[in-house]
């Protein structure tokens, strides 16, 4: 469903005032380089949406971040949307195990790739971590997350009325059901990990991931397309080959890092009339915080992201942030 941007508060998604402007007037005039030291702020939130909160339903998003002071040279970013459909009940719950095994296979796997010893030098062999980072990823998270939905089965059987609901015809454009319990946990992923050395974005299923420059400029991390993710169709963490579908890339930094990268479920793109729309909200997020700063912006987001559902696609919106502080 097409929407608008929330109101135009200043420096709010949806401001009047050009992004661009407002974001090269608040940057800061130096810039730090790839190898020198670059602290992140992690901030965000996920709501529930217009449609679900009417319909009495749960917020089926999750988001979380590593560590957990949402702060340091390091940083580790999820967000995840549980499925919709009536087949997907336990899609809330598939939400919230997604970006906790998320946040747990990428911390310890930044602890086995990066030895301590190198934490704080550049002689990395990052073409070798990226080649490990390829190899492994997609299976372990995937494989873990479906470890953690089998163990959450064990102990919470599906009801009879759960079970029933999987064989519900398909009309939400969301994998075919099976007789698997799997399949009421479904759920897609972002994620991104920020490292003095690299940047690794990680995606499964629809949502939207966002880059800004210090001057407002955004764009995205060149991950492959799939022709699969048209309309509301996506693919998902619940299905056998789930692995196959997670995209990866991997950015050795190189220059400036972004000064803002945002992950989005796909409630909040949805919300807006078209993608350009929704690609100035990374400026407008960027301006908003450098102009307010990352509490004031952090205690507005919940408001801001529900009025936008109301105004627009009425899906639960999560939005995750890291801002770079030097």
């Given at each position: 469903m097409s929407g608008k941007p929330a109101s135009g508060k200043p420096g709010s998604p949806g401001s009047s005032e050009p992004a661009s402007a407002k974001a090269a007037a608040a940057a800061p005039a130096e810039q730090p380089t790839a190898g020198e030291t670059t602290r992140w702020q992690a901030l965000g939130a996920s709501v529930p949406g217009a449609a679900h909160v009417r319909a009495g339903r749960p917020n089926q998003d999750a988001l979380r971040w590593w560590p957990r002071s949402g702060q340091g040279s390091t940083l580790i970013l999820a967000a995840a949307d549980g499925h919709g459909g009536v087949r997907y009940a336990r899609s809330h719950i598939g939400a919230a195990l997604a970006v906790r095994t998320a946040v747990q296979v990428l911390s310890r796997g930044l602890r086995d790739l990066i030895p301590t010893q190198h934490e704080l030098t550049n002689d990395l062999d990052l073409a070798q971590i990226k080649r490990d980072i390829e190899g492994w990823l997609p299976k372990i998270l995937v494989r873990r997350w479906?470890?953690?939905?089998?163990?959450?089965?064990?102990r919470y059987p599906l009801t009879r009325d759960e079970k029933a609901l999987l064989t519900t015809p398909a009309t939400d454009g969301k994998p075919a059901a099976v007789r698997s319990g799997l399949h009421a946990y479904g759920a897609t992923l972002l994620a991104v990990v920020l490292t003095p050395h690299f940047h690794l974005y990680v995606q499964l299923g629809d949502g939207d991931i966002l880059t800004v420059s210090a001057d407002g400029r955004v764009s995205g991390p060149p991950l492959a397309e799939d022709s699969r993710l048209l309309a509301n169709e996506t693919?998902?963490?619940?299905?056998?080959?789930?692995?196959?579908?997670?995209?990866?890339?991997f950015q050795p930094l190189v220059g400036a890092p972004p000064a803002l990268i945002l992950l989005a479920t796909d409630g909040y793109a949805n919300s807006f009339v078209d993608g350009a729309a929704f690609t100035q909200v990374g400026a407008d997020l960027l301006s908003a915080v450098q102009?307010?700063?990352?509490d004031a912006v952090n205690?507005?987001?919940?408001?801001?992201?529900?009025d936008t559902s109301s105004s627009g696609s009425g899906d639960d919106i999560t939005v995750a942030m890291a801002y770079r502080q030097g």
């Open positions: 479906q470890e953690r939905v089998q163990r959450h089965l064990r693919t998902s963490l619940c299905t056998a080959d789930a692995w196959s579908s997670v995209r990866i890339y102009t307010q700063g990352v205690a507005a987001l919940p408001t801001w992201l529900a």
